[in-house]
């Protein structure tokens, strides 16, 4: 994980207080992370209000 991710990662969880999942994004490069991360700070949305990912998507 490169530093750039690494601060949009502490960006994600200031802005929301929640972590960034990480996990169901793991195939895709660094830099979309970011561009993600920072989509969800500008619109005031986290991954699931933009519908990147889904709560209905989680198995227990």
């Given at each position: ?11 994600y ?24 991360i ?23």
């Amino acid at each position: 994980m490169n530093e750039k991710l690494q601060k949009a990662l502490e960006r994600y969880k200031e802005k929301f207080n929640d972590d960034f999942p990480t996990i169901p994004f793991e195939s895709q490069e660094d830099e979309e992370i970011i561009d993600i991360i920072d989509e969800c700070i500008e619109e005031n949305k986290d991954v699931y209000d933009l519908e990147y990912l889904s709560l209905d998507d989680i198995m227990y």
